[in-house]
Each structure stands twice: as C-alpha cells, then as structure tokens.
C-alpha cells in the first residue's frame, strides 16, 4: 500500500490564511459570535461575470483549490473529494424564502441550482474540465473527514495518485438565526472574550473553505503525511481516552509518541468536557493547540485544524496564539488532531512527519 | 476480491412498502404515479408524483417513535427501508461484526424546514426540527435505531447519491475498514424540490414517459432503499445467502453544465466504461441495462448516446423503472439496485411503462413487456447535477 502526503494547500478562512505564512497576522475577535471569512480577491482566479452569479462556498472553493494546486504544482486531477456540512445554504435560503414568500410563482433556478450540496465540486470540474470522480460528503463535523478518507483509500491503492480534496461551508443569515436559537452558536449578548473561559452554551461560528492536494508520492513541497484516519457517529466522553488509546496502538503509537495534539475545543460548555480528560490528563505533557477562536466552528471547520497540523510539520513551529499549553519539542514528528461537533461525529486524524 | 456480496435489502416507494410489494407492482406493470396528497402546493393539479400514500404519523407509529420525535420525512423513509434491509440479511446485533452505514439524501430535513423556516423564529413549538435541516440527520437517525456505532457518513451529489453510496461501501469493504456496511438512500418530496425542478421546466404535467420522442419531463418521487454489503468472511462464517453481487462501479463528471448533460453523455459513458472494467466484464456480458431515463429532453438523449457510444450496434436489453417510481433524486439508485437484483434472481426485465413513439435521434427502443431471460449481469446508471454521472454493476449470486 502506498502512503498518503499532503502535497499543496489552499485555505480561505475567517483569517488570512492565503498569501501568508503561518497565522503571522491573526485577529481574535471579541465582539461578533459570527466571523465571516476574509475574501481573497476573487477576479485573479475567476472571471467577474461567472463571480457575480457564483455563491461564496463556490467561490471560496474555486480559489481554495486554484491555490493549493499551484502550491503542489498540479495541473489535472484524478478525484475531486469534497465536504461540506450544509453546501451552499445562502442559495438555499433564498430558493426557500421565495418559495413560501411568492407562494410558488415567479421563481428562477439559478439558486435552486447553486442549492445542491455538491455544487462546490462540481463547479471545480466544470472549472478545470475535469471529468474525473467527484463525491460530496455531508454528514455534519466529519463531512471533510469523510473526503478524506475515500481520497486515501484511492491513493493507497494507487486507483488514484493526485486527488483533491477540500471542506467548505459557508453562513447565512436565516440558519444562523436558527443556530442562535438553538443554542450552538452563543447568542448576541454573550461575548467571546476568550473560547477557553466560555460557561456558556454555543460555539463561535465561521466559515470557510480548505483544500488539500493529496498525493501518493513526496515531492519537495510535501507538508505530511497521512498515517491515519477513523471517525465514529456517537462515543460518551468518558470514551474518548480508550478510543485514541487504541486509535494509536493501531498505528503503533502510544500516547508518548505524539508530539502535539490539535482539539477542537469552541468555547461551547455542553460539549468541550470531550476535551477536558485528555487535556488534563492523557496529553498533559504534549503540546495542546486550539484554533477554533481563530476559524470559529462550522461542520467543516476540522479542515482548518488538519491545514495547522500540516503547517506545524512542515514548518516546525506553532505560533503562540494557537498554544494551550507551554510543553515545547524540539521536533515534530507526530501530530493527533481530533475533533467532534455537538458531540457527535468524533474525527481522529494522525500526521507523521515527512 | 473485486465483487461485494448483497446479503440484505429493503424498500419503500411509490409502488410499495416492502421488496415484495414492489416486486408485484413491477410484474403486473402498476405505476405508483398519482397526485400530490401529502404536500400542499400550487402546482397540485400541474404535476404528477410519485408519491408513498402515508403520512408521517402513520409512519412514525409503524416505526414505534414517539409522537414528538423530530425525524424528518427523509428520515422516516430511511429507517423503514433500512430496518427492512437489516431484517432481510438476518442481522440481529449491529455492530457483532465492524459495521457502518453509508446513506445518501438531497432533501434531507428540507421538508420540515420549508414548513417551519418563519415559525422557528416566532414559535417555540417546532423548534426541535432546527437541527434536522443538515443532511447528515437522517443518517444519525437510522444508525441510531439500528444501533449502529462506527463510520456513519453521508453522499449528496444529487441524482447519483446512492449510487456512490454504494460505490464507498463496496470500496470500505474491499479495504477491510468495514466488514458489514448498510448503504442506499432517502430523499422525501418536498416543496423545495418540486419548486426546483419546475423552475428548470423539466417536470411533466403527465405519466414520465423515458425514452420516449414525445417526452414532457419527469415526476418527482420520494422513495428510500438499502442494501447490505458484507465481506466474504462473514458470507462464509455464518453461511449467509447471497442475493447478488456488486462486481463492478465507477462515476465520472459530465464538466459540460452544472444542471444539463452534454449531448454525447462523455460523463455518462466513463462512467459505464470504468464499472465494465472493475467489474471485468465486456459490454455484451451486460444483460440488461436499468437506465437513469428520467424522461426529460436532455437525460434522455445524452444517456441514449453514452449508452450507444459504450454498446455499439448491440445495445442489450433496457429500460427505466422511473414510470413506476418517479425520479426519487437521491434515492433513485438505491431503489434501482433493488429492482437490479430483482431482476437477476427472476431473470424478467421489467417494463418501461409509457413508451409509445422511437426517438428521432437514434434507433433505440426500450423494453415495454416484461421479458424473461437469463440474466448475469445489470448495469445501472444515475446520473445528477454537477455533471455527477455513476454507473454500477450487479452481478448473478451463483
């Protein structure tokens, strides 16, 4: 079986995370629940004209990936792998309003067309006449993970040797009301001052879209490698030490060996006490990185935590504004990242060093 | 290993509410086409759907959930098919083998959204449907009652959703992550969708007629069906029965438009050239071809061409079931794979209803009777927006 390197990335988030090195220009905001992503300049990567009609998942996507090809130097594709946890909802949103608004007349398709979850994908093969495999997964906090996996099953297996593979969602203003009502995102009045003293109920929310070369080969650009993935729909948390126990020994790993551990603590009471055991007593001497206070929480916003890990290994180095604690290594060689989302859906993704 | 044993399966459509009431409609040629009762819409008297005479209470009492349960009518639909499916194979604990579920749905938790999007706002009452709306629910939901704790993930590309559905879970049981996997599909009617299409002007005002020179569009459907995959260790342990086969799958993207097929089905055709040859099977091994044939202008053509372009001169035996069902998005090529492997414990090709006059563009013609053949190997298209076009292959249990 071929091993699985991540060879380009491309990451449009609530931070500027494209034509940068690594978060060396963060804003942690404290006054909005909801971060909006930081666009790029869309006309150097699409047409004004195809822009205009585009919805932002799709945009943000389209330039995502623009930038992560070039970065691993790739030109054709043999799978598109994308996840998303509620595709492109504006368009959504809007179809639906003007459905009960207009009472079922005087609609056009150009929204119920961008409202399909797999729009993002297949506007990226329209984009590059790419008419090779092309999945969308949604299923909630491991839509990404999801993509990846297939993507490593098929680079493994050398069915596929260069897939791309990304996360999008995006926000709109009608679910986020919803999200505020139910309590997964903080109302209002609750300031985010810092997501590690929240006693509050709901994450910060975000948005964004990463994508990822992966390939079965190293190049000179090659960032990591992906040793591992295993998600699962429900654990309790008193179930999450024994599962990355036993996560590791599968890669014959013990807890030792991981030299950092990404969680994906978002500042939400209800479910960040899934972080709080291995926190305090598995990983009490790694090194602990969050970054949700910087990307804010959405379905796929574990591609964020996968696109640090990725930074980390490559560059050697984690920025003090994503560090939990102080433990510091002189190497990196191993990286855990695990996240879950309303405390379901549990991701468990191991780097290696190249 | 390059085939996945079936060793369960369950469905509930227009035309039926088990395997074996869809069986009989599909033998004595009872479209499952009607007008709209469970949805109130304008466009009632304009369409014709293929629509499961149940509502969700009557569903939710059939599955024993308490009245104030949140599931969507997605998530109905899908935990009926797949408690079925579970049953057929004989599985009594869930997860004594490594087990996941791969489903696949368009709607999703549309349908309690539509009805509520300004009431969440106003009311508390139905607040608990907020969360529903994310197309991973329903798959929570029906690997929640089945018990399932494992990869539960979810496909949406449209109109090819359960077909990739089943392509993941060929593909995780060949790499040995799994050894028992549930995969299909659910999407229920809703006015999003019927609004949606009809914007795009492909819906008939009348009975879907594939294939058909003087077609009008399609009919909606809602409809949920799975499968069960497991791996041959499991087939051998405990002496499993084997319903057929899936030996061969692939998907491909049309990159022509993101509602519309390209003219030559070039997405279409990579599609059935890459099962073929998965499945190491030559064009004339294929017996018969369950089509997308959704009755539109454009599917219909573009698929015809592809079909030719793959077939040559000896374009084998085909039809669309869709004049029973309807286009059931998300769920069509799951229930398809039922009607496939139907198809191959019967040997009898089922009927493309409705069919009466040749397309002017090419010479084919569907099967309109059923026919009883010997029957090896089916090959199943779906294609959907995106350019997403798939292709599986269901081969004879010998």
């Known amino acids: 079986m071929k091993k ?29 629940n909801v971060l ?49 946890g509620l595709g492109c909802i504006e368009d959504s949103e809007k179809f639906l309003k003007s459905i009960i608004d207009n009472k079922e007349e005087f609609l056009t398709p150009t929204s119920f067309i961008q409202s399909t979850h797999n729009t993002v994908g297949g506007q990226i093969a329209l984009g590059l006449q790419c008419k090779a495999y092309n999945f969308t997964y949604v299923n909630g906090g491991i839509s990404f993970e999801s993509a990846l996996l297939d993507a490593k099953m098929q680079l493994e297996t050398e069915e596929s040797e260069t897939i791309l593979v990304g996360g999008i969602d995006e926000s709109a203003d009608f679910t986020t ?29 975000g948005e964004g879209a990463t994508f ?46 991981i030299d950092a551990v990404i969680l994906g603590i978002n500042g939400d009471v209800d479910f960040d006490k899934y972080y709080e055991a291995i926190s305090n007593n598995l990983f009490k001497n790694t090194a602990q990185i969050y970054y949700k206070h910087l990307s804010g929480d959405y379905h796929t916003a574990s591609s964020f935590g996968v696109w640090v890990g990725s930074k980390i290994l490559k560059l050697q180095e984690i920025p003090e504004i994503i560090r939990l604690n102080s433990v510091v290594k002189s190497n990196y060689k191993n990286v855990l990242i695990y996240n879950q989302y309303l405390g379901k859906d549990h991701s468990f993704l191991l780097l290696k060093q190249c | 290993m390059s085939k996945v044993a079936i060793t369960g399966m369950g469905i509930i459509s227009a035309i039926g509410n088990s395997v ?11 479209s499952g086409i009607s007008t709209i009762e469970n949805i109130d819409t304008n466009h009632r008297n304009s369409i014709k759907v293929g629509e499961i005479k149940m509502t969700n209470l009557e569903l939710s009492r059939l599955l024993d959930l308490p009245e104030d349960n949140n599931f969507s009518r997605t998530a109905l639909l899908g935990l009926y098919a797949a408690k079925q499916a579970v049953k057929n194979a004989g599985i009594e604990n869930s997860n004594e083998y490594k087990t996941g579920l791969i489903s696949a749905t368009s709607v999703g938790g549309m349908d ?66 799994l050894e028992r996997v549930i995969v299909g599909g659910t999407d229920a009617l809703s006015k999003f969708t019927i609004n949606g299409f009809k914007t795009l002007m492909i819906l008939s005002d009348t009975f879907n007629t594939p294939f058909d020179n003087n077609r009008k569009g399609l009919n909606l459907g809602e409809a949920a069906a799975y499968l069960v995959l497991e791996s041959d260790e499991i087939v051998q342990k405990e002496g499993k029965k084997v319903l057929a086969y899936v030996s061969g799958y692939g998907n491909a993207n049309d990159a022509f438009h993101q509602t519309a097929s390209s003219e030559n089905g070039e997405g279409a055709f990579l599609a059935m050239e890459k099962a073929l040859k998965l499945a190491n099977l030559n064009p004339e091994d294929i017996d018969y071809i369950n089509a997308h044939g959704t ?3 454009n599917n219909d053509l573009s698929e015809g061409r592809a079909i030719e372009s793959v077939f040559g001169k000896n374009v084998p035996d085909f039809s669309s079931t869709k004049p029973f069902t309807g286009h059931t998005l998300a769920a069509a090529a799951a229930i398809e794979a039922v009607y496939s492997i139907l198809a191959l414990q019967k040997n009898i090709i089922f009927p493309n209803l409705n069919f009466k006059t040749k397309m002017e563009e090419f010479d084919l013609v569907p099967v309109t009777e059923l026919k009883e053949k010997n029957i090896e190997n089916v090959l199943s298209n779906s294609f959907g927006f995106g350019g997403n076009c798939s292709t599986v292959i269901f081969s004879k249990s010998k």
């Open chain 1, 212 to 257: 990822f070369i992966l390939e079965n080969k190293k190049t000179a650009n090659t960032y990591a490698e992906i040793a591992s993935i295993s998600f699962v729909n429900r654990l309790d948390p008193n179930q999450i030490e024994s599962q990355i126990e036993s996560f590791l020994a599968e890669n014959l790993l013990a807890v030792k060996d």
């Open chain 1, 4 to 32: 699985v390197y991540i060879n380009g990335l491309g990451n449009i988030s609530c931070q500027k995370t494209f034509d940068s090195v690594f978060l060396e220009e963060v804003v942690v905001e404290t006054d909005e």
């Open chain 2, 20 to 30: 074996e009431e869809n069986l009989n409609a599909l033998l004595s040629g009872v």
């Open chain 1, 177 to 205: 009301n919803f999200f505020k009502i139910a309590k997964v995102i903080k109302s209002d009045n609750e300031k985010n001052s810092s997501i590690l003293d929240q006693k509050t109920k709901g994450h910060i929310a």
């Open chain 2, 112 to 177: 309690m959204t539509e009805r509520f999007f300004y009431d969440f706002i106003e009311n508390e009452e139905n607040r608990r449907y907020i969360l529903i709306n994310d197309a991973g629910d329903s798959s929570h939901k029906i690997a929640d009652n089945l018990g399932i704790n494992g990869i539960v993930t979810t496909i949406s590309t449209a109109c090819s959703s359960s077909a990739n559905a089943i392509m993941l879970g060929a593909r995780l049981i060949k790499s040995k992550q």
């Open chain 2, 295 to 297: 009755a539109t202008q």
């Open chain 1, 36 to 84: 909006t992503a930081k666009e790029p300049v869309y006309k150097d990567y699409i047409l004004p004209g195809a822009s205009r009609r585009m919805a932002k998942g799709v945009k943000n996507g389209i330039v995502a990936s623009a930038i992560a090809m070039k970065e691993a130097n790739v030109s054709t594709l043999d799978a598109i792998i994308t996840g998303t």
